[in-house]
């Protein structure tokens, strides 16, 4: 099993490859756009430059968690949750909120800016660990105590649906049920919880031409080539040019105006046509070893703070990469979702470094050994009502 500077170091190694591998894609997929652009002062590496001081303003806030005390972080984490809901609210104020493409997600400030939902899934993440910690050992016990945690996700869903921002949605959606599920809520709730979820979805498509089209787009892609289905059949094409081993480094033809998006939502077709399928496989092992080391971090957490934002963490990288992935191979209907540490995104890759910064602390200040104490048995055990035995 691996120890705790192995799973420490195998966070680190992870998220600074994925940052400098990002940099490279970046500027392979952007340097035709932004060196053909007057928008982009015909700089070719506009997009990279602009990537890099978020990467280092990601570290810096990296390095500054890696100082704080278990008491600050708890303390603040109310106030953070409280931030991120502000946040969303003000994109809709005139003059604070910037529109693009009829979507309202980003805020100005002094000379950038932010996208603050980027940062609300992992307030969300947070909030629900505190009360966790709160709680303690009985967290779950009784159905209240997901109360607080609920009204969070809740009004965080509206204030992203009137963006729109859906892809978001679903993704703390995701989150919230999953941090849930593992903290042992009833599953003859959860069920009917989750089905009623999936139903107010369906209904919310069907009742929009709007999303109507862009489904049967995503089913049937080649009947709208030139039109709702265009992105969905470039990126099909750069996966096929690539085929096992890629066309190599910058010698992919997508980006030449083919695929609009390439350097944020379809970044990673540009990796399968230039780096292949065994580039491909690649990034998704890194995905998947990177939430397994999140994992085993969350086992050996000290408190349930600890236990939950690792495994929160984890998840939500996890979760996202997998619906970018989806959606560049025509899994899932298209929803605007970058690939963590690779696409381009400032706030994105700021609110990634923060949050892995906490974990990696958390994982320093973590038990030598987990041994055989899953503290997630201890909620199974309640949700399928088998006595509890042992450490559970």
Known sequence: MLNRRTETLG???????LCVFGLLMLYSSSYVLAGSSRAYNFDRAFFVKRQFVGIVMGFAFFLLIQRLDDSTIKKAVPWVTLGTLAALALVFVPHLGVSVKGAKRWLRLAVVNVQPSEFARYGLIAYFAYKVDRKG???GAQLKDYLPVAAVWFVM???LLLEPDYG???LVTGIFFFLVFVTGFPMK???PLTLAGAAALGVAVVSSPYRMK???AFLNPLEHARG???QVVQSLIAFANGGAFGTGIGAGKQKLFYLPEIHTDYIFSVIGEELGFFGVAAIATIFILFLYACYRVSLRARDGFGRIFALGVGFSVSLSAFMNMCVCLKLLPPKGMVLPFISYGRSSVIAHLAAVGLVVRISRMGRETAKDEDPYRRWWHRRSRLPRTGYC
Do not use: H, Q
């Open 214 to 216: 862009r489904i049967f």
């Open 137 to 139: 050992e009985d967290f």
């Open 157 to 159: 869903s509206v204030l």
């Open 189 to 191: 709730i959860l069920a």
């Open 168 to 170: 978001m949605v679903i």
């Open 11 to 17: 966070i680190v190694v992870s998220v600074a490859a």
């Open 228 to 230: 709702s289905g265009y």
